[in-house]
């Protein structure tokens, strides 16, 4: 267990290229999308939200709901993953939030760790893939807060703007599986063969 951390899932996308919420789609061993990534992150961090959007995006009695597993609503709804990360922020009882979008089905264990030993003092570790940054899959800490409510206020949405206007660590990395994610039926049959 990572203490001191939390974990946030994007789930308030609105799955318009998948044509059917990502969120609900069965993937492995009977769990849909949202059940696999809480499976994931409990088993690493003590607290585990889910950045629904509005309030009517995700039943309230979703199975894998227990006490350390918690919805949470945007203040800003219709405004993205951005958002999402400051209900996330608003609402974790750790110094360090860990983010990922829901439909990440390759996360490991062992890429969590490495954000975990970079951040050092800084307020966000994500990784860079050829060049790119991906802040869909990194960690965050609660200094960051006051900046994502600045922004939304702003009309600002871009998580790029907020890696940009914080201290940001990098981590390279050439495994491009880890951001592999399902915004179309395609991809979701490629995830579900093991074939990004």
């Known amino acids: 267990m990572l203490t001191d951390t939390a974990a946030l899932i994007l789930a308030g996308g609105r799955s ?22 809480i499976d994931f992150w409990r088993e690493l961090c003590p607290q585990v939200l889910v950045a629904a959007g509005g309030e009517d995006h995700l039943p309230q009695d979703l199975p894998e709901r227990t006490e350390t597993v918690k919805l949470v609503y945007d203040e800003f709804p219709g405004c993205g993953p951005l958002a999402g990360l400051h209900a996330g922020l608003r609402e974790c009882a750790g110094e360090l939030l860990f983010v990922s979008a829901v439909d990440l089905p390759y996360l490991s264990p062992e890429a969590a760790r490495r954000l975990l030993a970079a951040i050092g003092d800084g307020d966000a570790a994500v990784y860079r893939f050829q060049g790119r940054r991906e802040p869909l899959f990194g960690l965050y800490r609660r200094t960051c ?41 395609q991809e979701y049959a490629q995830a579900l063969g093991g074939q990004p």
Do not use: C, I, Q, W
Request: proline content about 5%; hydrophobic content about 40%; overall charge positive.
């Open 16 to 37: 318009s290229r998948m044509g059917r919420d990502k969120v609900l789609l069965p993937f492995t061993d009977g769990k849909t999308m949202l059940g696999r990534a």
């Open 145 to 185: 807060l006051p900046l994502t409510r600045t922004m939304l206020e702003a009309g600002e949405y871009k998580m790029g703007l907020l890696l940009d206007r914080v201290k940001t660590v990098y981590l390279d990395t050439e495994d491009e599986r880890l951001f592999f994610n399902m915004n179309t039926p």
